[in-house]
């Protein structure tokens, strides 16, 4: 079997069969085929696509490149969440401990924030004493005694994936379905997911801004999902707009908790109740959308979700003040009145990573005091002057450089414009 005459045959419109593909990827991984043939071989893939069979054994190769965690030692119905990333998504701060409080198992392994988006390991790593580093043991024993742990991503999982991820990078073949959908795939499925719940993000703040291609996405991988055993749902969530108010770490820690308390934005709690709803139907196929929701919420009322995240958070050796430390506070205003008709999440996001609440490189650190809170959002009203942001910088010369992504982020116009649906589909 030879390398080039594999990328012929995708770059002729084929389809790879699954041994071919193994060798693929085992032969990448090992360093026996060259950057050079693979990322030919991303570019034919990018052009030509991949079939549902192919891309379901490309996600098993990727997954077969590394080490997998075996979670059968947690008892009970084990249920699983990603999202294709946002800003202002916060949403596994209040999900996880939810789904904790419903009686599922939350095993929750979770990434660091890179570009506009966040990350929730960064923003639970801003709670004094937090780890986000257990051990794998440790993880168990904690999920099968609380319901619930939320750590960063461990060991060698889909060493595959990061190396073929990397190469995509930077030949300009990232924006392929097939290989966006097996990159995040891999990495649940390495990460002994059994019941997975997909939030996919459309809009101008997700990394697929149109929402055809975010139902796509969103159909792929749960075609992969049931291909590998998996039950599987997913939904699909606007990110036009940040998600609640809050954009940073310390600061989106609070609107969480104020969530957990049912005081948060109605936006992120609806987020998550459609999450919980696919959850709670995976397990439960006969039950309706209504009775789903009517048991998420009695557990809400009853004050289930903050007490469980408070257990969650002195499990894992945190410490939670009543509240977490915030920079110096400056006042973004409006120069016209009107309605707010746009809000670019994408802006927002990138005004944080100026503010040092996210990362352009891996290697950076994060600021977890800094933040933006969006006093006026989509739909709002807003007179000249009018507060439209409390930005927290720290110094003048920060919100400086900020300021001006800030500018372009709002459209504030005399007539108000109608407000497309925050949950756009449920793919099973």
Not at 83 to 107: C, E, N, R, W, Y
Not at 135 to 162: H, S, W, Y
Not at 383 to 408: I, M, T
Request: hydrophobic share 40%; net charge negative; aromatic share 6%.
């Amino acid at each position: 079997m030879q390398t080039y005459d594999l990328i012929i045959k995708k770059r002729d419109g084929q389809e790879l069969e699954p041994e071919e593909i193994e060798f693929l990827i085992e032969g990448y991984v090992q360093g026996k085929i060259p950057e050079y043939q693979m990322a030919a071989m991303a570019m034919a893939i990018y052009f030509q696509g991949m079939g549902k069979e192919e891309t379901v054994t490309l996600t098993r190769a990727l997954v077969n490149s590394g080490e997998t965690i075996d979670l059968s030692g947690i008892e009970g119905i084990k249920v699983d969440k990603h999202s294709t990333g946002g800003v202002g998504d916060k949403v596994s701060l209040v999900l996880i401990p939810l789904l904790a409080s419903l009686g599922f198992k939350a095993p929750k392994m979770s990434g660091r924030g890179l570009g506009h988006t966040g990350g929730t390991v960064d923003k639970l790593e801003g709670i004094p004493g937090f780890r986000t580093d257990l051990g794998r043991k440790e993880f168990v024993d904690q999920v099968n005694r609380v319901g619930a742990a939320m750590i960063g991503q461990t060991g060698n999982l889909a060493p595959g994936d990061k190396k073929l991820y990397g190469l995509r990078d930077v030949t300009g073949t990232v924006d392929s379905i097939p290989l966006i959908a097996s990159s995040i795939m891999s990495k649940k499925i390495a990460g002994g997911a059994e019941n997975i719940i997909l939030d996919v993000k459309f809009g101008k703040g997700a990394f697929m801004q149109e929402m055809d291609k975010a139902r796509l996405l969103a159909e792929t991988m749960v075609e992969i999902g049931k291909g590998m055993n998996r039950k599987i749902r997913a939904i699909l969530s606007s990110m036009d707009q940040p998600l609640g108010r809050a954009v940073g770490n310390n600061i989106e820690v609070m609107e969480a908790i104020n969530c957990l308390k049912r005081e948060g934005p109605e936006d992120l709690r609806e987020v998550v109740i459609s999450l919980a709803q696919a959850a709670f139907q995976l397990e439960n196929h006969d039950a309706s959308r209504e009775h789903a929701r009517e048991k998420i919420e009695t557990t809400w009322k009853e004050g289930k979700p903050w007490d469980k995240f408070q257990e969650i958070v002195q499990a894992q050796g945190g410490d939670l003040p009543t509240e977490l430390p915030l920079a110096t506070e400056f006042k973004f205003k409006a120069d016209s009145s009107g309605f707010v008709n746009e809000l670019d999440a994408r802006l927002i996001g990138r005004c944080s990573v100026v503010l040092g609440a996210g990362r352009k490189t891996k290697e950076e650190e994060v600021d977890h005091q800094v933040g933006i809170y969006l006093q006026k959002k989509r739909g709002d009203r807003v007179e000249k002057g009018e507060v439209l942001a409390s930005v927290y910088a720290r110094d003048e010369r920060v919100f400086n450089q900020a300021e001006p992504l800030l500018q372009k982020a709002w459209l504030i116009q005399e007539n108000k414009t109608e407000i497309g649906p925050l949950i756009g589909d449920t793919i099973d």
